[in-house]
């Protein structure tokens, strides 16, 4: 069996799922991949137990979900194939910024170590993918720069430095950041924290733009010197 058939697309989605969480800082449970991947409590447990089987995940007593060694390599292959098709996609076959994600996860299982190795020179080695997330290198995946826009405070300047991955499983919300130029390297003050609404109002070069907290959360940005 070669490298690219050992996993079957659904177990590399798991372990996309499970590493992408990770990085976002939340403690992953059974529940939370069920949420994520759109499937029923039993779909989810009768998979971690396949994945626990293969030596690809753990679970302490609390039944917190942890990649094995090999499990976050073999996370960190998928991730890093479907990071550079989103580049593909929107780099040279110009897809819109909000619609590659979803196009990627279908090309990602796909796509052989040679293809990969060929692709990422082609597309002149990105360290990211255009939502600004780290592309991993080998078996390191470096830390995503800055800090959700709902910790910051109001008045601070500040500049996007990438959209996390859970806001591409809201295509809505992906599309309203295209509209309102919310990218990464894009700058922006916030004018306004009004948590008694839930709102938080950025101002930008097209003018002011009124955020909920939640959909704030998935925008990651650095605080600017004034």
Request: with cysteine.
């Amino acid at each position: 069996m070669t490298e690219q058939s050992r996993l079957t697309p659904r177990t590399e989605e798991y372990l996309e799922t499970i590493l992408n969480l990770n990085v976002e800082g939340k403690t992953v449970l059974a529940v939370h991949l069920a949420k994520r991947l759109l499937v029923s409590p039993p779909t989810v447990a009768g998979a971690l137990r396949r994945l626990k089987r293969d030596g690809l995940i753990s679970a302490n007593s609390r039944k917190e979900i942890e990649l094995t060694d090999i499990g976050k390599q073999e996370a960190l292959k998928i991730v890093r194939r479907h990071r550079l098709v989103e580049r593909l996609l929107t780099d040279i076959l110009e897809v819109e910024w909000s619609e590659c994600h979803e196009e990627a996860c279908r090309m990602e299982h796909a796509i052989s170590p040679l293809v990969e190795s060929k692709l990422y020179k082609r597309l002149g080695q990105p360290a990211t993918c255009p939502h600004g997330n780290p592309i991993p290198v080998y078996k390191t995946l470096t830390p995503p720069k800055g800090v959700p826009l709902n910790t910051i405070s109001q008045g601070t300047r500040i500049e996007v430095t990438r959209i996390s991955e859970e806001a591409n499983y809201t295509p809505e919300l992906m599309r309203f950041l295209q509209r309102q130029n919310i990218l990464p390297e894009k700058t922006f003050q916030i004018k306004k924290v009004a948590p008694h609404i839930g709102t938080i109002t950025l101002a930008g070069e097209s003018g002011e733009i009124s955020i909920g907290v939640k959909a704030a959360a998935t925008i990651w940005c650095k605080p600017l010197d004034n």
